[in-house]
């Protein structure tokens, strides 16, 4: 089992899904960094509203809460249980921005293989002259 093993590992799948892994996870913090750093304030100018990780909709407030909380993290912190939309607003641009990246990824892949499939064949290459003259050689010499 362990050399079924060394076999697996050497092939070469093991270490294209470790390269995979740790770049998707690269993308990802380049991701949330775009979103929370670039897209976020740009969208807070023109909506108004600074981040949309403090939407949030109070469902059930404890006993002797206070009822209205300036944050989702204060209304957390008082055991409140709470619709958090405004994280779900995020997450969803976060999909929508690596969804377009994969995209354009696979579209360049694509392009790249029709381009190689369309590439014409070289045209096989012919008798070369020695190889005609040696045909006719031969034929001279079996008709005489």
């Known amino acids: 089992m362990l050399n079924e093993f060394k076999e697996f590992a050497i092939k070469g799948n093991m270490l294209d899904m470790a390269v995979g892994i740790i770049i998707g996870a690269a993308f ?3 991701v949330t960094s775009f979103v929370n750093d670039i897209l976020m304030p740009v969208v807070a100018s023109v909506t ?4 949309f990780s403090d939407l949030f909709v109070v469902l059930q407030d404890v006993a002797g809460g206070a009822g209205s909380y300036t944050t989702l993290a204060a209304a957390q912190e008082a055991g409140a249980v709470t619709l958090n ?3 779900f607003i995020n997450a969803f641009i976060s999909l929508l921005i690596v969804a377009f990246a994969l ?8 392009n790249m293989k029709k ?6 064949e070289p ?3 012919g ?3 020695e190889e005609l003259l040696t045909e006719i050689r031969d034929l001279l010499a079996k008709s005489a």
């Open 28 to 30: 990802g913090t380049v």
């Open 103 to 110: 995209f354009m990824v696979i579209k360049g892949f694509n």
């Open 115 to 120: 381009a190689e499939e369309a590439a014409p």
């Open 48 to 51: 108004g509203t600074p981040d």
């Open 127 to 129: 008798p070369t002259s």
């Open 85 to 87: 939309y405004g994280l």
């Open 123 to 125: 045209e096989p290459a």
